[in-house]
């Protein structure tokens, strides 16, 4: 007896290629279903109780979000949200920026010399597994509660995960480069810095997008705990008088953020680095 073929709708199958417009509205299905959900739960909750706090209807929220994002604050003088959102990205950029030069500085020499790796391949790998969180007491008490102990957990959360990343990547570029480099006179710092250096800037590129989300976790987690301002310590703070009409919004700001920084990231990668993604389909 022979098996019945199962049939599988065109744009479903291994080989299919769905239409432009088909894989945008699959793309949108869950995310229309999960706002649906919340949108009926939320009238059904509020209807019940017109002091609801746990699912505010979204008109409950737009009023919070203007009050934070549109009125200065009557103790400092500074609209809250704003001034949240730029101590926030301040401390990330910082954070980043400094992860970023110690895996490209430390990722290229562990792939390109033979003492690099032997001293520092294997702590590297001992340091990317212990949990960030674990650190905090200790950053707290070494650099204290301001801002340096903050973006240390940003560093320290990213770099070794990136410096491995960036490792690997170096690892592969092509060997015959270096050897015919080596051959036309090429000293070990014209190597690295001329020829491995432009083609690893794009593979940070990607690191870094795909690190953003760490990156976020850490600067929630270190406001949260210890912090006067910024995103975490808002949402931290509201969370005592359950003000998810506060909660939500600023949630939903920090993905924004982290789908903007990818967006930029991309085009960076896409408009300076147009022969990378050529170069990794040859």
Known sequence: MNAQKIRVPRFWGMHAKPSYALS????LVLFIILVAAYLFFSSARNR?????KLMPTPTKMFTSFK????????????????????????????????ACTIALMIGMNVAL?????????????????????????VLFIVFGVEEVSKIVLIVISMAPAMTL?????????AGSQIIRSFTLGASQLEIVYRIVLPQALPHLIEILRT????????????????????????IF?????????????????????GYAMNFVLGQILARGFSWHGKQEKS
Do not use: H, Q
């Open 67 to 98: 009050k934070v994002a549109f009125e200065a604050d009557v103790k400092t003088g500074k609209v809250i949200f704003w001034n949240d959102t730029f101590v926030s990205l301040r401390r990330l950029f910082i954070g980043a920026t400094i």
């Open 165 to 173: 990343a960036m490792y690997t990547s170096v690892s592969k570029i």
């Open 113 to 137: 010399f033979e003492g690099m790796n032997a001293l520092l391949l294997n702590f590297l790998r001992f340091w990317n597994m212990i949990p960030p969180p674990v650190l905090l007491p």
């Open 211 to 234: 690190s953003l989300g760490i990156a976020w976790y850490s600067l929630i987690l270190a406001e949260a705990l210890a912090a006067s301002s910024g995103i975490g310590y808002r």
């Open 48 to 52: 019940e109780n017109p002091d609801e």
């Open 237 to 257: 703070l509201v969370r005592r008088y359950l003000a998810m009409d506060v909660i939500i919004p600023y949630a939903l700001w920090v993905v924004v953020l």
């Open 24 to 27: 945008l509205m699959l793309s």
